[in-house]
């Protein structure tokens, strides 16, 4: 696995429960500015070994990216089970639900070593 790997996996697993967040967000958290495709990457190749709460992590609208018919249907489920409002549309109120995972949040040991500063 690779470090960013590792950074996108601990940012996920930071977002608690009944709470969302974006993949743009993950993707920062884990320092991966425009890493937003990687988060997507590494929740499809790596939630069920990981026991990632993937649900958790939806579109920056508020919309579940998933279709009803390939996991969206489970997705808004999940969220609901955990306290989460899902719209019949498929959305959520990112005001009230969203949550910013920031780079603190995740374990210093898959944090980039800081550069030296001359």
């Known amino acids: 696995m690779t470090e960013s790997t590792g950074r996108v996996i601990n940012a996920v697993r930071a977002i608690p429960k009944g709470r969302v967040s974006c993949y743009r967000d993950v993707a920062l958290a884990a320092g991966l500015p425009n890493g937003a495709r990687q988060v997507v990457r590494v929740l499809h190749a790596m939630s069920e070994k990981y026991r990632l709460p993937w649900h958790r992590i939806i579109r920056a609208d508020g919309s579940i990216a998933l279709e009803r018919c390939r996991g969206g249907d489970l997705q808004a489920r ?24 920031s780079y603190a949040d995740i374990p210093a040991l898959t944090k980039r070593r800081a550069q030296p500063k001359f």
């Open 78 to 101: 999940l969220l609901r089970e955990e306290g989460v409002a899902v719209s019949e549309t498929g959305r959520v109120d990112m005001e009230r639900y969203g949550v910013a995972v």
